[in-house]
């Protein structure tokens, strides 16, 4: 259990990885080793601007997409920007049999004076090389992962939004593309990064959500993936997070596989609970709990306003007996895509809670609005998490 109020998280997450960060000058030479290779049929302006109106998290992507490949033998070859478009395959490639891939989240956001930033990508780089590690894939360097970001994004900064809440949506991911049916990490891999102008990522904005404890499906059991950010994780999230809508909730929570008594994490987000004390708590990095950039960055603001922040084991049944008694005041969840989102009903098959008045926690907003305003460059950036893209 790791408990703090004055000092960040001491979690590896919490580390900042932002203290060797890249300095804009080198970020220059970065995007240089880019060959841009524009496409020839943008999107027109008009359709660009309907399109950056209000798009549905994840429908809609730029006119280009950043790449790199890799051959062993001969490492990371040939870094572009070229058009957004289909990927040839052949029925062989071995990510659509055996599943070898990666992905990371992040956001470019506008600030008021029309400049791009992104939030700490170095952390990212940083966990994606861990999750390439998990997945028997080739590392690419920070300086790849940060230079092809800010290329992108440079070749399509007219589609960042610049609307409350809004964002440009960044998808760097990685998979084996050889052709070949045996199982052994791949000899050729494709880095490619998306982009996605994107508003809430819930159709209905920042409202409470409801959350159905899966007691017969696990994420990840110990020695496994969950603390890679790999496709496999979120494929078996999908039938208990359907069941979870069968039994009227919006999202799915899981339990550790051990013991099915704690608190481990959402389908696609790190869960926190916030305790009438003041104390903040969430579940511990046991390696099958994803390792959230975001979740680390609410660590850090929780403990600067000086609350308690404890990394533990969260029984599942202390959650419960805690919002009758009055003890557990609020929780929410938190992801990249989601930023903060408070939860307002937990629900399993021997309970039914609701958190609060149902209502959206005062921390939960309060810290939800401070990392937004850091995002957006409406507060000073004082841990240094932001980098200067365009
Ligand atoms: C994110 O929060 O960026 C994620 O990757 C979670 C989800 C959209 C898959």
Not at 102 to 131: C, L, Q
Not at 192 to 207: C, D, E, T
Not at 249 to 269: I, S
Not at 290 to 318: K, M, N, W, Y
């Amino acid at each position: 259990m790791t408990t703090s109020s004055t000092t960040p998280a001491t979690s590896s997450s919490t580390t900042s990885t932002d203290a060797s960060g890249i300095l804009p000058a080198e970020l220059e030479d970065l995007v240089t080793l880019f060959d841009v290779r524009a496409t020839d049929s943008p999107t027109p302006d008009a359709e660009r601007a309907a399109a950056l109106e209000s798009p549905r998290f994840g429908t809609v992507f730029t006119d280009h997409m950043a790449r790199v490949s890799w051959r062993q033998g001969d490492g990371w070859l040939d870094r572009r920007i070229e058009k957004y478009g289909p990927l040839q395959l052949d029925p062989a490639t071995a990510v659509l049999h055996y599943a070898q891939e990666i992905f990371e989240g992040m956001k470019a956001y506008r600030h008021a004076d029309g400049s791009v930033w992104t939030f700490r990508p170095d952390a990212n780089a940083a966990r994606f090389a861990r999750s390439a590690h998990r997945l028997a894939l080739p590392a690419l360097s920070v300086d790849d992962f940060v230079g092809s970001i800010a290329a992108l994004v440079r070749t399509d900064v007219d589609w960042v939004p610049s609307g409350e809440d809004s964002s440009l949506y960044l998808r760097p991911f990685m998979f084996a593309s050889e052709s070949f049916l045996g199982v052994r990490p791949a000899a050729e891999v494709e880095y490619l990064v998306i982009a996605s102008p994107v508003g809430p990522y819930f159709a209905g904005g920042v409202k409470p959500v409801s959350i159905w404890v899966a007691e017969d499906y696990h994420r990840s059991g110990p020695g496994g993936t969950g603390d890679a950010k790999c496709g496999g994780n979120y494929a078996a999230s999908l039938l208990p997070q359907t069941l979870a809508q069968e039994q009227g909730c919006d999202q799915v929570c899981f339990l550790d596989a051990t013991t099915n008594t704690y608190l481990e994490e959402l389908g696609g987000m790190n869960v926190f609970v916030v305790m009438a004390d003041g104390s903040v708590h969430t579940p511990e990095l046991t390696g099958s709990i994803l390792e959230g950039v975001t979740r680390s960055s609410i660590l850090q603001l929780v403990a600067d306003r000086g609350h308690a922040v404890v990394e533990r084991r969260i029984p599942l049944a202390e959650v419960v007996s805690g919002l009758a008694d009055g003890t557990v005041r609020e929780i929410f969840a938190c992801g990249t895509a989601a930023v903060i989102t408070p939860v307002g009903r937990l629900a399993g098959t021997t309970f039914d809670s609701t958190v609060g008045d149902g209502e959206p926690g005062e921390l939960t907003m309060a810290i939800r609005g401070e990392l937004t305003d850091i995002q957006y460059g409406r507060a000073a950036d004082r841990h240094g998490w932001m980098r200067r893209l365009a």
